[in-house]
Structures are given as C-alpha cells and as structure tokens.
C-alpha cells in the first residue's frame, strides 16, 4: 500500500482543522486501520521488519483519520466528504457464503458483476479508476441514475463508496469481507444508506428509496451466495428478469 500522508502529531494544529470526511467513510476507516494494524503486529511478529511497520504506519494513518474525521490529504486536495449529514435510510443485511474471503471480494470489486444479483440494479459502468454509473429501475420502470466514487479499498476486507455529483438518488456504503467461524467461507455484511432527495424530479428516486428494503437486500445476497458456490448464473439472471417491474 503506498502511503499518501503521514500520521499528524497529535494536538497539532487542532484547532484549525475541521472534519472533512463521512461517517461512513470514518467507519471504514477505523475499521480497516485496525485490520492493518493488526496485520503489521503480525508481520512484526514473523520479523517481517518493514512490511510491518508500512502496515503499522498505514494503520495509524488510517485510525486517526475514522477517529478525528480529519484528513490532511483531503484538505490539501479540497475535497471534503462529510456531507451529508446522518440521515437518510439505513440498510444492514449480512450473508455467509463458503468462498473465501478474497474471492468474494474480486466479484464484488468488478462492479459490473452487481446486476446480475442485485434486484433494482439495470447496469454499473466503470467510468474511470474509482469512478462508476450507476442505473437503476425505480417504480413502475422509471429509470434513476447516479454517479459513484470508491472512496476505500481494501482487498479481500472492505470496500466503501458514495454518490457524487448531483445525484438522482445520493448514497453511501459499506462491504465488508470477513472469514466466518469454523471454516464457513465468509461473512458479507452490506450497510447501505440512501437519502431521498426532494422536489417533483426526485419523486422516483424517492419512491425507489423505499422500495429497496433490507429483505430485498437479503434477497439479493442469497443471489450472490448461489452464485459464487454454484456458478449457476443464468438462473440468478432468470430470476432477476422474473421479478423486474
């Protein structure tokens, strides 16, 4: 991992930094620093020297930045992700599925690959290095369309985005990957958060907000899991046709 900014002193020029990232974004943050933190401590362990303390160092960058909200990069860029505020519609739905961690991840990561189970979703279209299209089908066939952003990566762990831009239907989230007790594959939790924009052009994103509920999630993710454990595709995809509006 290549390290863009080192962690600040702490206390440093407190007072004139404000927050500039998303809750979700610190979220993942603090939970991919102590993945990395903990990674180091155990090449540090194996005397894996300076893989160790680049993990270590990456980990710490990563932890104050989810703990303050701060990100010296971001400032430095004039970006700032902390809008909007906590809100909006919540989802949280998990699934096991008997792959590893790292192979459910590599399908999820082709971004292309989410219509073929996601219910809502008509097509993702990488549209640059961490950017995508998103469309989707709202109520009645109306069609609702967004641009996202991958803000974190972490292989075989997490990866976290948001909607850019004027969003038709703005959102953010969370996939985490994480090896399930007893050899079972993995756990796959899914936190997505929607917020329903307002005025008449808004209507059917808004109505597609509600539509989208954490069993049709669960719904989605069972998808998934066949999927990956039986290749069977086509009948996901027939499946998905079947219940399209």
Request: glycine share 12%; hydrophobic share 40%; aromatic share 6%.
């Amino acid at each position: 991992m290549e390290l863009t900014e080192a962690v600040p002193r702490i206390g440093a020029g407190r007072k004139n930094r404000k927050v500039n990232v998303g809750h979700t974004e610190r979220n993942a943050s603090l939970m991919g620093g102590a993945a990395l933190a903990i990674t180091g401590i155990k090449a540090l362990a194996g005397r894996r020297l300076l893989p160790g303390l680049a993990m270590m160092v990456a980990g710490g960058m990563f932890l104050y930045r989810g703990k303050t909200g701060y990100c010296g990069l971001y400032e430095a860029m004039g970006v700032d992700t902390s809008g909007p505020a906590p809100g909006g519609v919540l989802i949280e739905t998990f699934v096991t599925i008997n792959r590893t961690p790292q192979q459910v991840y590599e399908f999820w990561r082709n971004l292309e690959n989410l219509p073929s189970f996601m219910r809502h979703l008509e097509s993702v279209k990488v549209t640059g290095e961490n950017t995508s299209l998103w469309k989707a089908r709202g109520p009645a066939g109306v069609p609702v369309e967004w641009d996202a952003e991958m803000v974190a990566d972490y292989p075989g762990q997490l990866i976290l985005w948001h909607s850019i831009g004027e969003a038709a239907l703005p959102n953010e989230g969370t996939v985490e990957f994480r090896e399930a007790p007893g050899d079972r594959g993995t756990e796959v939790k899914v936190s997505i958060r929607y917020y329903p924009p307002g005025g008449a052009p808004g209507k059917a994103a808004a109505k597609l907000t509600h539509a989208v509920t954490g069993a049709q999630i669960e719904e989605d993710l069972k998808r998934l899991k066949q999927i990956l454990e039986t290749g069977e595709t086509a009948t996901a995809e027939r499946t998905n046709n079947h219940e399209r509006p």
